[in-house]
């Protein structure tokens, strides 16, 4: 089963707004993962947050995990055009990593 | 160091014919999967592997075969394709961190059409 469901599907920010994105999961998880995808191109990692931390952050990202929840929110703080791309969220166990459907995000210049 | 290496980019196949996509690394990553991105659907995990000589099987892993007798190397065999096997293929490499995978290296994704 896939694990991971994002929520919003699709955001559209002005630029210097903040964009915030939630991932839900189902399964105990050794970690979780968010990645960037821009149009056509792979996907490239941004942040991992182990399972027994609860806040983790990397310049402009912030992101947020809640086991109890099985929740994690990424927050883009300062948003620019280079920003718009597809973001995803992903569960590490038992050696695999799992997607979600993934977030759409336009930053509007 | 290239990272992760998909070749080709871009395939034709008709239904019924067989073709290998490749996927090298050259980081020496214990950890390489393969998946399949869908519009709507993320991407879906068909196999991986934890390191030479060991595969399993992911998500979805109907039609596919795979093989691992070097680190580097993880090759994704289409026996014989379908339409509905037409997608955007990924390939990713993960290092082992505590015994531990961790974060995945992705290619550049190979876009499969089944006519």
């Known amino acids: 089963s896939q694990q991971g469901e994002e929520d919003p599907q699709a955001l559209s920010i002005q630029e210097g707004e903040n964009a915030t994105m939630n991932c839900s999961y189902k399964t105990s998880i050794n970690n979780l993962q968010w990645y960037r995808q821009n149009s056509g191109r792979g996907l490239v990692h941004l942040i991992l947050i182990r399972s027994n931390e609860r806040e983790k952050h990397s310049g402009r990202l912030r992101v947020t995990l809640d086991t109890s929840k099985k929740s994690s929110s990424l927050l883009i703080t300062a948003s620019r055009a280079a920003d718009t791309a597809s973001y995803f969220c992903?569960?590490?166990?038992?050696?695999?990593?799992?997607f979600g459907k993934g977030n759409q995000v336009v930053v509007i210049p | 160091n290239a990272g992760v290496t998909q070749t080709p980019k871009f395939q034709v196949l008709k239904t019924g014919q067989s073709m290998t996509l490749q996927c090298a690394q050259d980081?020496?990553?214990?950890?390489m999967s393969w998946y399949r991105q869908d519009p709507g659907m993320g991407l879906r995990l068909i196999h991986y592997s934890v390191g030479a000589g060991i595969t399993d099987q992911g998500e979805v892993p109907n039609g596919y075969n795979v093989s691992r007798s070097t680190t580097e190397d993880f090759p994704l065999r289409l026996l014989s394709a379908a339409p509905s096997q037409t997608s955007v293929y990924f390939c990713a490499s993960s290092y082992s961190r505590g015994g531990r995978p961790t974060e995945a290296f992705f290619g550049q994704g190979t876009r499969l059409t089944v006519v």
């Open positions: 992903a569960t590490r166990g038992n050696n695999r990593l799992a």
């Open positions: 980081m020496n990553h214990e950890y």
